[in-house]
């Protein structure tokens, strides 16, 4: 199975930062790559495909980037309704793996 | 507006059985590949199974092989999972969510459920 690693696991940003977070997997997944946001008690939500392909009415501060191993989530200007949990996510193998999540706060 | 809801979720022993359903509207269900992903207590995110459109090709997790099966009924736009021989570490909500396409091959899904919760507990 395709490892897939977060970095950090938290972070604590202020309103207005720019944020980012990486995945790194286990080996080259080309960019079968998505992120997902998921709020407290909440289901999770789809916010990028194809490493950087926003899905549909999600917000153009969101970005992704990255190809073969190593990927980044960036939020360009972070506000209170960000505060979530960042999972990323490859589908290039069998089985579909996620990373450990990144858990964002607001300072 | 696309729609999934589950239901379906409870306590059961070990051992035991249950099956989830999920409830979809807002698409074509029978255009659309499907999947089950579940997220233990304070956990992250697991891929426990998926089925295609159309012709309905399932896919399981080895955690869950041999022991859940994944069925779709169109006619009534429903996506079920069936669980037999629980396990404590099945305890878990589950999500069904939609994939964008007919196959679930280099597809990740678009649109989550709002979870049904299994507790597996003596």
């Known amino acids: 199975d395709i490892q897939m690693t977060q970095s950090p696991s938290s972070l604590s940003a202020s309103v207005g930062d720019r944020v980012t977070i990486t995945c790194r997997a286990s080996?080259?997944?080309?960019?079968?790559l998505a992120w997902f946001q998921q709020k407290p008690g909440k289901a999770p939500k789809s916010l990028i495909y194809?490493?950087?392909s926003l899905q549909s009415g999600v917000p153009s501060k969101f970005s992704g980037s990255g190809s073969g191993t190593d990927f980044t989530l960036t939020i360009s200007s972070l506000q209170p309704e960000d505060s979530a949990t960042y999972y990323c996510?490859?589908?290039?193998?069998?089985?579909?793996?996620f990373g450990g999540g990144t858990k964002v706060e607001i300072k | 507006e696309v729609q999934l809801l589950e239901s379906g979720g409870g306590l059961v022993q070990p051992g035991g059985s249950l099956r989830l359903s999920c409830a979809a509207s807002?698409?074509?269900?029978?255009?659309?590949?499907m999947t089950w992903v579940r997220q233990a207590p304070g956990k992250g995110l697991e891929w426990v199974s998926a089925?295609?459109?159309?012709?309905?090709?399932?896919y399981y997790a080895d955690s869950v092989k041999g022991r859940f099966t994944i069925s779709r009924d169109n006619s009534k736009n429903t996506l079920y999972l069936q669980m037999n021989s629980l396990r404590a570490e099945d305890t878990a909500v589950y999500y069904c969510?939609?994939?964008?396409?007919?196959?679930?091959?280099?597809?990740?899904?678009?649109?989550w459920g709002q979870g049904t919760t299994v507790t597996v507990s003596s």
């Open positions: 194809a490493a950087s």
């Open positions: 089925i295609s459109g159309g012709d309905g090709i399932t």
């Open positions: 807002g698409f074509t269900f029978t255009s659309y590949a």
């Open positions: 080996q080259g997944i080309s960019n079968y």
């Open positions: 996510q490859q589908y290039n193998s069998d089985p579909l793996t």
């Open positions: 969510a939609k994939y964008p396409y007919g196959s679930f091959y280099y597809y990740t899904m678009d649109v």
